[in-house]
């Protein structure tokens, strides 16, 4: 009788580099099952989720919006885990950059843009990197894991905006659960005229080609992806691990905090309970799929915003539920992570 068993033996590294080329494939080849148990066709659906939204001026569009948030994300999430900081508090530190937005755009009234524009932006990653602080103080000073930490804060900052919502911030003219609107002098504007695109777009634009150029060309770049390797051996080279995981910390919150604020400033123009949509956890799924190098992460981060935008035109041509969509990005983390662990062994025959 034929007897396998796996051993390790690290696959090339060519390899690597096409882990996310052969994830999509096999995620879609996975998901079809889902897709015919729910009644409907897996070539049409995938028309439908890859094809159709880029058949159209107004779609293409919806694309690049919904991809804006989920480029800073994801370029906040690869940041962090860049140098071995397991940040999974980009959601709540997304939260504190929205709240931050929010606050700026109604003290600030009759500003000009010139003004108002940077000093949101500003603030959102001040924000951001105020709200990342304190998982990354008790990392490098008690060694408390910052998956617990990040991840619990979350909730505490959806609690904090809902309280707010319904109690000092609520809209005391509609009374629903939102901030007053923003002021004009902070509103971000369109990059493309009638259309839901903003300046948000080209900032995360600059953030992923600023990143790039710090974890490739730059000493504390150099430090972060020797520490992400290994952090002994980083700390017997005599870089200061601490100091290098609590800076990419910081930075990737607040990175992550732009994205709340862009959300504020350039699409709701008030703050409301649902400003993200699980936006900071499917920068996780981007920074995995985009192999922690920031192009990747560009690249992940515009094929999540398509899965998106076809989510819900699958929903409406199939009649099939929109989380689909959802389904699918998870079933890419899981596939991805998958193929990421197997390249490190190969089956033999015992």
């Known amino acids: 009788m ?21 994830a999509v494939p096999v995620t879609f080849l996975l998901t079809t099952i889902l897709i015919l148990w729910a009644g409907a066709d ?12 880029l058949a159209s001026r107004v779609s293409l569009i919806e694309v690049l919006v919904k ?5 800073l994300t994801g370029a906040s999430v690869a940041f962090a885990f860049s140098a071995g900081y397991w940040n999974i508090g980009a959601e709540g530190q997304l939260y504190a950059g929205a709240i931050a937005g929010a606050w700026l755009g109604m003290v600030l009234k009759d500003v000009s843009p010139v003004i108002g524009i940077p000093l949101m932006i500003a603030g959102g990653f001040l ?14 000073r008690l060694n408390v894991d910052e998956v617990v930490t990040t991840l619990l804060l979350n909730s ?37 005229p009638r259309s839901r695109l903003h300046l948000g777009f080209l900032v995360a634009l600059v953030a992923i080609g600023v990143e790039w150029y710090v974890l490739k060309r730059t000493a504390l770049g150099l430090r972060m ?52 949509d699980g936006l900071g956890y499917s920068g996780i799924i981007i920074a995995t799929l985009g192999g922690l190098h920031p192009f990747g992460v560009g690249l992940a981060a515009l094929f999540i915003g398509l899965i998106d ?12 539920p929109v989380y689909l969509g959802t389904v699918v990005q998870a079933a890419l983390l899981l ?8 390249q490190n062994y190969r089956i033999r025959r015992a």
């Open 42 to 53: 897996p070539l049409r659906a995938y028309y439908e989720f890859l094809i159709k939204p």
């Open 67 to 71: 991809s804006t948030p989920l480029l």
């Open 309 to 320: 935008t076809g989510a819900q035109t699958v929903s409406q041509a199939l009649n099939v």
């Open 335 to 342: 596939v991805t992570l998958s193929l990421f662990v197997l």
């Open 127 to 140: 924000a951001g990197v105020l709200w990342a602080l304190g998982p990354a103080l008790l990392k490098v």
């Open 2 to 22: 034929l007897r396998l068993r796996l051993e390790r033996a690290p696959a090339p590294l060519w390899f690597r580099s096409l882990i996310p080329v052969i």
């Open 156 to 192: 505490v900052i959806v609690f904090l905006v809902s309280y707010l919502l319904n109690g000092p911030w609520r809209d005391p003219v509609s009374m629903w659960p939102q901030s007053a609107t923003i002021a004009d002098g902070t509103v971000f504007f369109k990059l493309i």
């Open 225 to 276: 992806r020797a520490v992400g390797l290994g952090k002994d051996a980083a700390r017997f080279a005599g870089i200061n691990v601490n100091r290098t995981m609590l800076t990419a910390a910081l930075v990737s919150g607040g990175i992550a905090g732009l994205a709340g604020v862009g959300e504020v400033a350039g699409i709701h123009f008030h703050l409301i309970e649902s400003i993200s």
